[in-house]
């Protein structure tokens, strides 16, 4: 026969556990909550500021002119 340990815990003391988890676990998430909401609140004023730096310092775009064929010129 298998050796298994069974812990025993009164209904009382499992329903103290776990409300006490239960709370611990609504806290959690109130704290997360707040921390998403400051980070999204970060991220659109770093957004704002992005899209400003951008309208101001537009982004060098280097054209080459086209490259005329040499075909078509041949008949000119």
């Known amino acids: 026969m298998t050796d ?6 009164s209904q009382v003391e499992m329903m103290r ?5 239960y709370a611990k676990c609504i806290e959690e998430n109130k704290q ?10 970060t991220a659109l004023k770093l957004q704002g500021a992005l899209e400003a730096l951008e ?3 537009p982004p060098i775009v280097d054209e080459e002119p086209p490259v005329e064929d040499e075909t078509e010129t041949e008949g000119t």
């Not at 298994?4 to 815990?9: C, D, G, H, I, R």
């Not at 556990?17 to 988890?21: A, L, P, S, T, V």
């Not at 997360?32 to 609140?41: F, M, P, S, T």
Request: aromatic content about 12%; cysteine-free; proline content about 0%.
């Open 4 to 9: 298994s340990t069974l812990e025993k815990v």
């Open 17 to 21: 556990q776990f409300k006490e988890r």
């Open 32 to 41: 997360l909550a707040n921390k998403i909401r400051e980070n999204e609140a």
């Open 55 to 57: 309208y101001y310092n």
